[in-house]
């Protein structure tokens, strides 16, 4: 209820105090934690695209990337005690990495 307002220290971004730590807002702490999760679920997913592009078997790369994305939302869960938060932001991590295939794509 009383809960002051801070500044963020990574984004900038006002965020009640409760909801901060480190100084960071929950959004970075995610964002944060699943950076690496993110590099590798990228990197399979580029390898997926040249193997499907050379009309070979993806299967197994296909469950390393479902892996991928369930420690995703494992590591989400740890830091997010709010489930419905939780979901929505590991939506919004899974939409940024694989919306990512098509930046690196495009280079
Ligand atoms: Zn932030």
Known sequence: ??????????????????QTKDGLCVDCRVRRSV?????EHARLWRKRERYRSQNANTEQIGRQIARVEDRMGQRIKELVSNDRLATDLLRK???AARGQRYTIKGV
């Open 1 to 18: 209820m009383s809960s002051i307002l801070i500044f963020c220290r990574d984004c900038g971004k006002q965020v009640p105090s409760s």
């Open 93 to 95: 991590e899974l939409e």
């Open 35 to 39: 950076a690496a999760l993110r590099d």
